[in-house]
C-alpha cells in the first residue's frame, strides 16, 4: 500500500508537470530528482545509504545550478509559467519520496513474502486503478466534453470532431499504456544488467535526447541557449555525482573488507582460494 | 611441478602448472601488502558489484530502456496536447499496463492473481496464536466425536 500510493502520487504529479510543461523542458523542470533524493536519504534512510563524499555533492550543485538556470531563462522569456516550476519541483518531490518508500519498504516486503518486482510492481498497479477512481471524480476530468464524448459517442456533426479527437486520445493512451509495459520490463533488465551509475548517466543523457525529439516531432517545441546550458550541467553533474558515489562506494566496500580480514575471519572468495593454495602447499 | 588453478586478477600473476619453489610462491602471497591487497579487493569488488556481461547486450538494454522510456513521456505529452486530461491518460494507461502484465506476467510465471496466507498473516489477522488454534481444533473434533448418531448429546463445557 506505501508503495502503491507514493506511486500514485509520484506518477500524477510527472504527468500533470508534463501538461504544464514543454516535452523539451520536461528534464530541465524535474531537475531537482537527484538533489531531492539525496536529501531524503540523509533524513530517512540508514547511515550506510546516506553518506555522500564532498564530490558527489558538488555533482549535486552542479545539477541545482542546471536547474535554477534553465528555470530563471525560461521565466524570463515566459516560455514557462510558475505553475511548471512548482509542478516541477513537487513532481521531483514526490518522485524523490517513491525511491526512498521502494528502497524502505519494497526491498524488506518482497524479502518477508517472497515475490518478485514484477509481482509488486502489478500489485500496485491493481491498487493504483481503484486509486484513481476518487481523483478522476473530484478532478473533474469526467465532465469534459471530450471525455463524455468518448464514452458516449454520437453522431451529431458538432460533436463528430470531439468525437475523433476522443478516439486518437484513446490511441495514444492505450499506446502509452503499451510503452509503460515495455518500460517496465525495461527497467527491470536495466537494474539487473547496468550498474547504477551507468543507469544514472543514462538517464540524464536520456533527457538531452528527448529535448532533442521532442523538439523535432511535436508542436510548439523550441530549445534555446538557456535550455541547453541548463542541459549540460545536470547531464554533467549526474555524472560527477555518479563517477563519485561509484569511487566511494568501492572504497567503502574494500574497507571493509580489509577490516574483516584483519580480525581473522574469510573476507572473500579469493583468499579463501589462497588460503586453500596455502594449505594445499 | 604445482597442478594449480587459481583465477587472479589480469595484472597478478596466475600460477598453472608452475615450476617455482613453493617457498617463492609462499613469500609472493606472503608480500602482498595491504595497500597491494586494497587495491586488489577494489578491482575485484567492482567486478563483483557489476558484472556487464557483453557490451551489446548492455548497450541493447540500455537503448531499449531509453527508447521505451521516451516513447512514453512523448506519446503522454502528444495525447496532452490534444485533450489536458492527465487522469484520464494515467488510468487507461495503468489499466492497459495491468492487462499486459497480467497476460504476460502469468504465462511467464512472474504474477499470481492468488497466493495462499501463510501461518504469520493468519494468526495476525485473527489475533489467535497458533497453538490456540490446534487446541480449538482438537476440543471441536473431540465435541463432534461425542456427538455422533447413537451416542448421548453432551453439551459443551
Given amino acids: 500500500m506505501p508503495l502503491a500510493l507514493a506511486r500514485v502520487v509520484g506518477v500524477l504529479a510527472k504527468t500533470y508537470c508534463l501538461a504544464a510543461v514543454d516535452a523539451s523542458f520536461y528534464q530541465i523542470a524535474r531537475g531537482l530528482l537527484l538533489p531531492f533524493t539525496l536529501g531524503l536519504s540523509y533524513l530517512f534512510l540508514p547511515s550506510k545509504y546516506a553518506t555522500f563524499p564532498p564530490l558527489a555533492l558538488g555533482g549535486a550543485a552542479i545539477v541545482i545550478s542546471g536547474f535554477g538556470i534553465g528555470m530563471v531563462s525560461d521565466m524570463n522569456k515566459m516560455l514557462t509559467s510558475s505553475r511548471g516550476l512548482v509542478l516541477g519541483v513537487g513532481s521531483s518531490m514526490t518522485t524523490a519520496i517513491e525511491s526512498i518508500v521502494v528502497k524502505r519498504f519494497v526491498g524488506a516486503k518482497a524479502k518477508e513474502t517472497g515475490e518478485g518486482v514484477i509481482q509488486m510492481v502489478w500489485m500496485s498497479n491493481v491498487i493504483a486503478i481503484g486509486l484513481y477512481v476518487p481523483v478522476l471524480l473530484f478532478s473533474g476530468e469526467l465532465y469534459d466534453p471530450a471525455i463524455q464524448a468518448l464514452f458516449a459517442p454520437s453522431k451529431d456533426s458538432t460533436t463528430s470532431l470531439l468525437s475523433s479527437q476522443s478516439t486518437d486520445f484513446l490511441y495514444t493512451c492505450t ?82 573488507a580489509i577490516g574483516r580480514t584483519e580480525e581473522g575471519r574469510p573476507m572473500m572468495e579469493t583468499e579463501e582460494k589462497e588460503g586453500e593454495f596455502k594449505e594445499k602447499l | 611441478m604445482l597442478p594449480l588453478t587459481l583465477s587472479f586478477y589480469p595484472e597478478t600473476p596466475s600460477f598453472t602448472q608452475t615450476t617455482l619453489p613453493r617457498s617463492k610462491i609462499i613469500d609472493f602471497l606472503q608480500g602482498h601488502s595491504k595497500l597491494t591487497l586494497f587495491s586488489l579487493h577494489s578491482r575485484r569488488l567492482k567486478m563483483d558489484r557489476f558484472d556487464p556481461g557483453p557490451r551489446a547486450k548492455v548497450l541493447a538494454t540500455i537503448l531499449f530502456h531509453s527508447t521505451c522510456a521516451i516513447s512514453v513521456t512523448l506519446v503522454s505529452k502528444s495525447a496532452l496536447n490534444g485533450i489536458d486530461a492527465p487522469v484520464v491518460l494515467l488510468a487507461f494507461q495503468t489499466t492497459v499496463q495491468v492487462v499486459l502484465l497480467t497476460i504476460v506476467g502469468m504465462a511467464m510465471g512472474w504474477v499470481k492473481l492468488w497466493r495462499p496466507l501463510s501461518v504469520s498473516q493468519k494468526s495476525s489477522i485473527c489475533s489467535i496464536p497458533e497453538r490456540s488454534i490446534y487446541r480449538l481444533r482438537r476440543y471441536i473434533f473431540r465435541k463432534v466425536a461425542d456427538n455422533r448418531p447413537g451416542r448421548l448429546l453432551c453439551p459443551l463445557h
Avoid: N
Fill in chain 1, 175 to 256: 499506446l502509452t499504456g503499451l510503452c509503460s509495459f515495455l518500460l517496465t520490463l525495461a527497467t527491470f533488465l536495466q537494474i539487473r544488467i547496468t550498474s547504477p551509475v551507468t543507469h544514472m548517466i543514462v538517464t540524464a543523457a536520456r533527457g538531452v535526447a528527448q529535448s532533442a525529439i521532442a523538439v523535432m516531432l511535436l508542436p510548439h517545441e523550441t530549445i534555446d541557449k538557456g535550455r541547453v546550458a541548463s542541459m549540460v550541467c545536470i547531464l554533467g553533474g549526474s555524472a560527477l555525482y555518479g563517477w563519485a558515489e561509484d569511487r566511494a562506494m568501492t572504497k567503502r566496500e574494500a574497507e571493509k
